[in-house]
């Protein structure tokens, strides 16, 4: 069982960027990784992931070109290069790991681990 741990998370001003990191307790050579997003009174929505095999990755419509998923298996650590910010983009940002299997569309499957996520506010 792998734990992850979020970080990088704050406040910034519309157009700005961030950097979260997602660093896992174990090897993730063979984790798919994922980041998903979750604000006030919507349902938990998938952002961006990369396969665990040849690193594919790909991204929700309302991030591509914005936001770069990325991971370092040296470092145990998933990362998420959010730039161009927009309000919209404030929610809780979770990473989401899923062993020897990509990361689906929608949160709700039972093989998943979680982050306990991280604060993303963007003022307008």
């Known amino acids: 069982q792998v734990q992850l741990a979020e970080s990088g998370g704050g406040l910034v001003q519309a157009g700005g960027s961030l950097r979260l990191s997602c660093e896992a307790s174990g090897p993730i050579f063979s984790y798919s990784m994922g980041w998903f997003r979750q604000a006030p009174g919507k349902e938990r929505e998938f952002v961006a992931a990369v396969n665990w095999g040849g690193g594919t990755t790909y991204y929700a419509d309302s991030v591509k070109d914005r936001f770069t998923i990325s991971r370092d298996v040296a470092k145990n650590t998933a990362y998420l290069q959010m730039n161009s910010l927009k309000p919209e983009d404030t929610a809780v940002y979770y990473c989401?790991?899923?062993?020897?299997?990509?990361?689906?569309?929608?949160?709700?499957?039972?093989?998943?681990?979680w982050g306990q996520g991280t604060q993303v506010t963007v003022s307008s």
């Open positions: 989401a790991a899923r062993q020897w299997s990509r990361i689906p569309a929608i949160a709700d499957v039972g093989d998943i681990y």
